[in-house]
């Protein structure tokens, strides 16, 4: 099984929200995604998408974009975004979702010998826009939630964890996620959000024996990357 990740799809087929608004690179993204997708991705192997997936407000609304996903090849592991409005209660999520999808949130799924754990994250203190007035305690709620999701990873598992949020502020620092990833002995931080220019201050590579990738769709030119195989 070869595991992929991709995210930030931000799919709008019921709603008017084309994406090429931001950029030319945009256009047509939905089907791009979903050809590089097909040549890459077999029904043996998963695809982490780290929230933003849906325009969508209301859970009926995101239907159309989830059974494009869903009619793609493989599994799929899913989480929340900042966007992702139409997310509610999850039990009605997982509800609507067919057996290929998963949804992630504060838990845990396994892939054979790797625990995919994970939260949405927030912005982290230190960050431009960071207010601690307002953030600081959905950032420290949010840390709590990473680490109840790892404490239900499967002793001796290989570990990757999704987010949607960078892990780290501009400067790159350590926060309250990365102190969790390292205790947790976690392989690999796969994570989205930033687009465009602010993807320039993403950390990408290894610290501490982590290994963190950026993997919003337009970062990534729309094509899955290939995390691991198990």
Known sequence: MK??????LHLSHS??????????????????I??????RVSDEDAVLIPGDISWAMQLDE?????????????KKVIMRGNHDYWWGSISKVRDMLPCCMYALQNDTVELGSVTIAGSRGWICPGSSGFDPETDQK????????????????KQGSRIIVMLHYPPFNEKRAPSGFTEIFEKYGVERVIYGHLHGKACRNAFEGIRNGIEYTLCSADHLDFVPKLITEI
């Open 138 to 153: 959905i950032y420290d709620r949010e840390v709590i939630r990473l680490q109840l999701s790892l404490s239900g990873a």
């Open 15 to 32: 709603s008017n929200k084309p994406m090429s608004i931001f950029g030319p690179n945009w256009d047509n993204h939905a089907e791009r």
């Open 34 to 39: 979903a050809a590089a997708w097909r040549e």
């Open 62 to 74: 995101a239907r159309p974009d989830i059974e494009y996903i869903a009619a793609l090849p493989g």
């Open 3 to 8: 595991l992929f990740a991709i995210g930030d």
